[in-house]
């Protein structure tokens, strides 16, 4: 991994459905290039291919983040995102149909996982998908960088409607596509930053944020940097502003995408 590789990671973060075309204009690079060092990372497990992200909500679901100490685990699929930290914690993303599902599942992880160190509930309001909207996130999860020429022809939809779908989902927040990365193996530093302040930390965040998850008001940012240094001063930075912020660095992520029904719009 060197600084090139490290740019492409971030890149990929940012859009994993960047084309190697894009990646390669941005660098500097030839196409040919770009793929080339995309292969060679993944054949040191460095980049492990690509999972996609899909808000809850977008399947008429409710989430909440919770924390607990790490001296135990826990995987259901109701676990839509996890996050390892060197904090000594685990971040869980958990969904339920209800708010009263979340604190049952909230009530049965604090059995085996002991009190959680934090709970973040945002406000949020679930909406029923569309069958057209279905059909092409479906296609994204079985592939997550599969290009809309290809999502037109395998689901019978117009590619400009594909195209200006696709382009409307990812601006709510309702999926992202997501490299699945070995962070020790990558030299590069991720952190979250909790904050009440989400909109105007994410302003000092801007270069370094990958992902935010927030009511516009609460919420969770994700950040990939070079180096612990440079993590540091965003964090400082960030606490100016916020003083309370909770700041986890992480070190593995796990992010579980349910298939959606077509006919029910659920899973």
């Known amino acids: 991994m060197d600084e090139v590789d490290r740019k492409m990671l971030f890149y990929l973060f940012r859009d994993g459905r960047m084309s190697q075309r894009r990646i390669a204009s941005l660098l500097g690079l030839t196409p040919p290039t770009v793929l080339y060092r995309l292969k060679k990372i993944m054949d040191e497990d460095i980049l492990q291919g690509f999972a996609l992200f899909i808000n809850p909500n977008f399947y008429n679901n409710y989430f ?31 969904r339920g ?8 599942r909230i009530s049965l992880m604090t059995k085996t ?20 909207d279905i059909k092409i996130i479906n296609q994204l999860i079985k592939d997550p960088r599969k290009n809309s020429g290809d999502v037109a022809r395998d689901t019978g939809i117009n590619s400009k409607v594909v195209i200006k779908r696709l382009r409307l989902l990812k601006k709510r927040g309702y999926f992202v596509t997501f490299p699945r990365v070995n962070i020790p193996k990558s030299g590069i530093v991720m952190f979250s930053i909790f904050s009440k302040k989400v909109k105007e930390v994410g302003k000092i965040l801007e270069n370094c944020k990958v992902i935010e998850i927030s009511d516009n008001e609460a919420g969770i940012n994700i950040c990939l940097v070079g180096s612990m240094d440079e993590a540091k001063d965003y964090v400082k930075i960030s606490r100016n502003i916020d003083k309370d912020a909770d700041v986890m660095i992480i070190y ?10 077509l006919e029910e719009g659920s899973f």
């Not at 949020?124 to 057209?132: C, G, T």
């Open 64 to 94: 909440s983040f919770v924390a607990f100490k790490n001296y135990y685990d826990m995987s259901k699929d109701w676990i839509f995102l996890k996050f390892k930290c060197i904090e000594w914690l685990n971040v869980y993303g958990i």
């Open 97 to 104: 149909r209800t708010v009263n599902e979340i604190e049952d």
């Open 113 to 132: 996982l002991g009190e959680p160190a934090m709970v973040y509930k945002p406000n949020q309001q679930p909406i029923a998908p569309k069958l057209i």
């Open 252 to 261: 593995d992520y796990e992010i579980n995408t349910p298939y959606i029904d």
